[in-house]
């Protein structure tokens, strides 16, 4: 029996992750942690009966507490609470699917209680990925891709030599505006920019893939994950969403991932590696693909993507930067306050007035963090 935690077990991701459950007996709960969702979090509980359970804030968990006191289940709350499930003693693998940069530090304290980590949280490596994958060595600990691109990858690469790589090829939609120009994405509303064609997923990463943001933060969190210059990581436009990322090695050849836009697999795959196991659902099927089609990236009208690779390079705290302004501005957007073209231009203005930090400490990230959100608050 493995025992995992998961932390944004409401979210997208992890309700997910909880469908994996179901139809793998071998796997059990130990924890559940949400942000406000009491309602889906008290279901969760019943159903699957963790040990413990965590929502930010302490009127939420006292409101939980109320409602789940019929059963064993200890309510925690705050970072405390976070920290505390990620590292309870029975738990072998930690599902990272909540929001934010919240989840830097219940992952850095879970890896170093040895426990692996099933990473879906962006902000994690995007952010602190100089301080999480070093200290992830250090303890022996595994860091597993949830993201469908990088798992992806992390599948291409089984067998192979990584320093033999020649570049990485990361597919993307292209969203629900490929190809339409600056002039036709003024008047973008929330409805539209919230229709992905292809994947069904959370309102603020719907957003970011419209943007092309969310392709960014996966470049970032590649170099990372994959220890890899950024001269060597390319963003292919793959409507279909069949193939879902490219490996090519130093002889010319290119592996690739295959399927249907379905996160589960990603998901089983990471909770079970290097295991494969069964798993329901449709099926490609190659006598019904008509084509598959490829295109380069729009950088001009989707400058978001451009502003990571130069956040990236950059370095340091610049990257907290580049995923701190956009996440105001896509909660800001969201809320009708700003307009669609004006979450590239923000993230673009609090980049242009950084002050970069080198090698920062998780307190100098979330400094960085608090700064960049004050500086946007003060303008828009």
Same mark, same amino acid.
């Given at each position: 029996?493995?025992?995992?935690?998961?932390?944004?077990?409401?979210?997208?991701?992890?309700?997910? !992750?909880?469908? /994996?459950?179901?139809?793998?007996?071998?796997?059990? +709960?130990? @924890?559940?942690? $949400? %942000?406000?969702? =009491?309602? &889906?979090?008290?279901?969760?509980?019943?159903?699957?009966?963790?040990?413990?359970?965590?929502?930010?804030?302490?009127?939420?968990?006292?409101?939980?507490?109320?409602?789940?006191?019929?059963?064993?289940?200890?309510?925690?709350?705050?970072?405390?609470?976070?920290?505390?499930?990620?590292?309870?003693?029975?738990?072998?693998?930690?599902? !990272?699917?909540? /929001?934010?940069?919240?989840?830097?530090?219940?992952? +850095?304290? @879970?890896?170093? $209680? %040895?426990?692996? =980590?099933? &990473?879906?949280?962006?902000?994690?490596?995007?952010?602190?990925?100089?301080?999480?994958?070093?200290?992830?060595?250090?303890?022996?600990?595994?860091?597993?891709?949830?993201?469908?691109?990088?798992?992806?990858?992390?599948?291409?690469?089984?067998?192979?030599?990584?320093?033999?790589?020649?570049?990485?090829?990361?597919?993307?939609?292209?969203?629900?505006?490929?190809?339409?120009?600056?002039?036709?994405?003024?008047?973008?509303?929330?409805?539209?920019?919230?229709?992905?064609?292809?994947?069904?997923?959370?309102?603020?990463?719907?957003?970011?893939?419209?943007?092309?943001?969310?392709?960014?933060?996966?470049?970032?969190?590649?170099?990372?994950?994959?220890?890899?210059?950024?001269?060597?990581?390319?963003?292919?436009?793959?409507?279909?969403?069949?193939?879902?990322?490219?490996?090519?090695?130093?002889?010319?050849?290119?592996?690739?991932?295959?399927?249907?836009?379905?996160?589960?697999?990603?998901?089983?795959?990471?909770?079970?590696?290097?295991?494969?196991?069964?798993?329901?659902?449709?099926?490609?099927?190659?006598?019904?693909?008509?084509?598959?089609?490829?295109?380069?990236?729009?950088?001009?009208?989707?400058?978001?993507?451009?502003?990571?690779?130069?956040?990236?390079?950059?370095?340091?705290?610049?990257?907290?930067?580049?995923?701190?302004?956009?996440?105001?501005?896509?909660?800001?957007?969201?809320?009708?306050?700003?307009?669609?073209?004006?979450?590239?231009?923000?993230?673009?203005?609090?980049?242009?007035?950084?002050?970069?930090?080198?090698?920062?400490?998780?307190?100098?990230?979330?400094?960085?963090?608090?700064?960049?959100?004050?500086?946007?608050?003060?303008?828009?």
């Amino acid at each position: 029996m493995k025992h995992i935690s998961v932390l944004g077990s409401t979210g997208s991701i992890g309700t997910q !992750t909880l469908d /994996v459950v179901r139809n793998n007996p071998e796997l059990k +709960i130990a @924890a559940l942690a $949400a %942000g406000g969702n =009491i309602k &889906l979090l008290e279901q969760q509980i019943r159903e699957f009966r963790p040990e413990k359970a965590c929502v930010w804030a302490e009127e939420k968990a006292l409101e939980l507490r109320s409602a789940v006191s019929d059963l064993n289940v200890e309510i925690l709350s705050g970072m405390d609470g976070l920290i505390e499930i990620s590292t309870m003693e029975s738990v072998e693998v930690l599902v !990272t699917a909540i /929001v934010g940069m919240i989840g830097i530090r219940p992952t +850095i304290e @879970a890896i170093k $209680a %040895g426990k692996d =980590i099933a &990473l879906a949280n962006k902000e994690t490596l995007v952010t602190a990925g100089h301080i999480i994958m070093p200290l992830a060595k250090e303890h022996g600990v595994r860091i597993l891709p949830v993201d469908s691109e990088h798992s992806a990858i992390f599948q291409s690469l089984k067998g192979e030599d990584p320093e033999k790589i020649s570049r990485i090829l990361l597919t993307a939609s292209g969203g629900p505006f490929r190809g339409r120009t600056m002039d036709q994405l003024k008047e973008i509303q929330v409805e539209d920019a919230l229709k992905h064609p292809n994947w069904v997923m959370g309102r603020k990463i719907t957003i970011d893939s419209a943007t092309l943001v969310n392709k960014g933060l996966e470049v970032m969190e590649a170099k990372w994950l994959f220890d890899v210059d950024l001269d060597r990581i390319e963003v292919v436009v793959h409507p279909q969403s069949v193939i879902h990322s490219m490996v090519e090695f130093v002889d010319g050849g290119i592996i690739a991932q295959l399927g249907t836009p379905d996160m589960k697999l990603p998901i089983q795959y990471a909770l079970f590696y290097p295991e494969r196991r069964f798993l329901g659902g449709e099926r490609l099927d190659f006598a019904k693909l008509s084509q598959l089609t490829f295109e380069q990236p729009d950088k001009v009208n989707f400058p978001g993507l451009q502003l990571a690779f130069e956040a990236s390079a950059a370095g340091g705290s610049m990257p907290t930067v580049y995923n701190a302004a956009n996440e105001l501005a896509v909660s800001k957007f969201l809320d009708r306050k700003i307009r669609f073209l004006e979450i590239p231009e923000i993230i673009s203005c609090c980049m242009s007035e950084h002050k970069i930090v080198q090698n920062p400490s998780v307190e100098e990230i979330l400094e960085t963090e608090k700064t960049t959100y004050e500086l946007i608050e003060s303008r828009w």
